[in-house]
């Protein structure tokens, strides 16, 4: 029943408003009738303590009976509120209503009466012993002669009159809670309806993003939560479609990049099936498969290498060592393609040693893949330097060319896998594709920086931070 948004917050909403107004009504109604009560029982204290002079001057022979019963009757007349007078023995000696003349002499037993004669001022409603067919609101008030309660008068007004102008009362409050009740349910649907209809939107479009269409997005304008839903959603699906886009290029350039050395293998080991073909060129044909083959192991690592850095797999082996030492042993390893591009090298050590907490195996790795690119992309009698720096706690390593350099759209794309910005001029270059990949993995798992400037003409810098041993 409840299987959506928008019929959970209809149901939530709509048993909360019914508690509220139910709460409100039944409130507003104890409230009023209690006020009208209240205010009514005031009435007649005030109308009785204005009899009371009188009847204290009757009782001192000021005035007649006849005066007593019209004032009495004049009270009934507009409040429609029976008046009795009381001696202090609680015999009745005067009544408003000549009908119940029958009542005079009468002695009450009433416990409100004994009350009353004590000097107390009651006010009550419900029934009345067998004097009234239907409840009725009773207020004594005691008549003091000489600082002594000497009598008593006792008005009694039927509570149904009463009743039926609270019953007005309670028409027009309950009118005015259906019609709240009806604004309310109606402002709720809408307000429901405008918040699940951005869900059900998001929910739709996401079914289409799982079928693999990357290209739809949500249309919500709203700046709060459910916006930022949105927008956030909209970001998403657009990461998953450059990252589907990515996938698609990658399996393309892994065939590009595998298919070439198979092609070639493919072609010479037909050659070296020639009976024909002399000595010279058999061992010519076996050094091109020895490299090919040699290409498609260094790509098939490179390519397990990364998966199982991305996979979190590929724990940094962390350890104490000198970074400086690390950098000229690379050097020297690369002396060869150094001198066969005539290329300057220098180095600048600000502190030697610096020692650095890292996995020496990983960051020698690093060292070794942006010194190969720059010489890679540097032509004959270019520059190459390397800096070491310290910063607070530090090392900042820069790797820096005087290369073709990178052109600043391609400067956030160099760290996907196989990307080429220039693809005639990278297929000239031999390599993976996968270097800086790796680079950007491994100093992502030693959660450190690492970032590149470049001018395309000028020549490229890397560089990248490492964790400074401190002694302890």
């Given amino acids: 029943m409840f299987n959506t ?17 139910a709460v409100l009504g039944v409130s507003m109604i104890k409230i009023f009738e209690n006020y009208y009560f209240e205010k009514r029982s005031e009435a007649l204290i005030v109308e009785g303590q204005k009899l009371n002079s009188t009847v204290i001057k009757y009782l001192n022979h000021q005035v007649t009976y006849e005066r007593l019963e019209i004032e ?5 007349r507009f409040l429609n509120t029976k008046v009795w007078v009381v001696d202090k023995m609680g015999y009745v000696y005067g009544v408003s209503n000549r009908s119940e003349t029958k009542l005079i002499g009468r002695q009450l037993t009433e416990k409100d ?6 000097g107390n001022i009651i006010a009550k409603r419900g029934s009345y012993d067998e004097y009234f067919e239907s409840p009725v609101m009773t207020v004594g ?26 019953n ?11 019609i709240s009740m009806t604004i309310a349910v109606i402002l709720l649907y809408f307000i429901s309806q405008k918040i699940s209809r951005p869900i059900k939107e998001i929910n739709q479009i ?3 993003i799982a079928s693999g269409e990357f290209d739809k997005r949500v249309s919500i304008m709203s700046k709060d939560e459910i916006g930022q839903l949105a927008v956030s959603f909209n970001h998403m699906a657009e990461e998953l479609d450059k990252l589907e886009e990515m996938r698609k290029g990658f399996i393309a350039d892994v065939s590009h990049e595998l298919r070439t050395p198979l092609t070639l293998i493919k072609g010479y080991v037909k050659g070296l099936m020639d009976v024909e073909l002399s000595e010279e060129r058999r061992v010519e044909y076996l050094d091109i498969i020895n490299r090919e083959t040699g290409r498609l192991t260094e790509l098939i690592n490179n390519l397990l290498d990364l998966s199982k850095m991305e996979s979190g797999k590929d724990i940094p082996n962390m350890e104490v060592f000198d970074i400086n030492e690390l950098i000229r042993r690379i050097i020297i390893n690369y002396s060869n393609k150094l001198e066969e591009k005539d290329i300057n090298v220098e180095v600048r050590f600000n502190y030697d ?11 020698s790795q690093v060292i070794s893949n942006l010194v190969d690119n720059a010489i890679k992309f540097m ?26 350099g990178i052109p600043e759209s391609d400067l956030n794309n160099i760290w996907q896998r196989f990307y080429k910005g220039d693809k005639a001029r990278s297929r000239q270059i031999k390599g993976t594709g996968l270097g800086l990949s790796i680079v950007k993995e491994i100093i992502k798992n030693h959660k450190e920086q690492i970032w590149v400037e470049s001018k395309v003409g000028e020549g490229t810098v890397f560089r990248f931070t490492l964790e400074l041993f401190n002694g302890n």
């Fill in 72 to 76: 009495m009757e004049a009270i009934e």
């Fill in 5 to 21: 948004v928008f019929k959970k917050l209809v149901s939530v909403y709509l048993i909360v408003i019914l508690v509220i107004f």
């Fill in 353 to 363: 040693p610096t020692l650095v907490l890292a996995d020496k195996e990983s960051i």
């Fill in 168 to 178: 007005e009362t309670y028409k027009i409050i309950i009118y005015s809670i259906l």
């Fill in 141 to 166: 008030i005691p008549i003091f002669i000489n600082g002594k309660v000497e009598n008593g008068i006792f008005m009694h007004s039927p509570i149904y009159e009463i009743k039926e102008t609270l």
């Fill in 379 to 404: 032509n004959s009698g270019g520059n190459l330097l390397i800096e070491t720096e310290t910063k607070e706690n530090k090392a900042l390593i820069s790797i820096k060319d005087t290369g073709i």
């Fill in 206 to 208: 996401t079914k289409v």
């Fill in 113 to 118: 009466i004994v009350n009353v004669l004590k």
